[in-house]
């Protein structure tokens, strides 16, 4: 500040400092309005988040007496830790069984086949909810392929509908693998294994193929294919042209399978919504992962690394 006494520098500098407040007061403001803009775009970022995590918005309501066609679909390789397992299909069959307003069902299926376990789940579930409630119809629509254990699981159905493309059958069991026994030899590598069980090296890859286990292995496959095979047959029933390449594993295109009675007609989703079960209000029942699952996966699976990291910083240490 100046030493001077003029009255002018006085009012000069009060001026100053009563400007720089003002900005100072202005620009508090300002970080204030900004802060609170954030806060509320936060807010309403969760609030998104959250609906996507309870899926908002699926309970459409329904007009009293309104009936719907349920959808599961099926889509994909049936196995237990898969898209397409056993625990989701069940639950998404009984929840479009239960609802009131379900006139019929739809499984809608394209899978290559899978684990006939998981397949044989569903199959016994479907006939389970078919006797509970006998006044609403299951039909299976096939898409672009209904193979092994997807077929497993479509003739639990009432009817199964087909594209005329489609392909359809594969009642068939494989097990199947690699033996490494020639390579290892070219390699100078030596097989050493230590059991306590003279099976429990059952077909090992690395060891010459035993004829025994062999055996033992088809003796279980054509068990299985049995099993299989007794399942189309109780769901299909008359239906069925049985012919001797039927069970052999081959696939058939949907024309194909409805003249072999593996197949009832042709028809789509909307179709069959439409015309058979007479609701063409389709609602999904498919079970899906929601966000909050998946975060929740994520957000364990980091934490479990991050404990093993701390974990092996401190071994190490």
Known sequence: MSDSN?????????????????????????????????????????LIILGMAFEWGQGEGFVEGQKITALVNLTGVIQAKGDVNAENVISALQGAFEDKHTAGVILRINSPGGSPVQAGMINDEIRRLRALHPAIPVHVVVEDVCASGGYYIAVAADRIFVDKASIVGSIGVLMDGFGFTGSMEKLGVERRLLTAGES?????????????????????LNEIHQQFIDVVRKGRGKRLKETPEMFSGLMWSGAK???????????TVESVARDVIKADDIRDFTVKENFAEK?????????????VNALTRLTVR
């Open 257 to 267: 399978s409805i003249e072999l009675g593996l197949a009832d007609e042709y028809g």
């Open 200 to 220: 429990k090296g059952f077909l090992d890859p690395f060891s010459p193929q035993n004829a025994r286990h062999k055996e033992h292995a088809q003796i279980m």
């Open 295 to 307: 975060f929740a996966q994520r957000f364990g699976a980091d934490m479990a690394e991050g404990v």
């Open 6 to 46: 003029d009255p002018n520098d006085a009012l000069w500098e009060r001026k100053v400092l009563e400007k720089v407040a003002l900005e100072a007061i202005t620009e508090q403001r300002r970080g204030r309005r900004w802060g609170i803009f954030f806060k509320l775009l936060g807010f309403a970022y969760l």
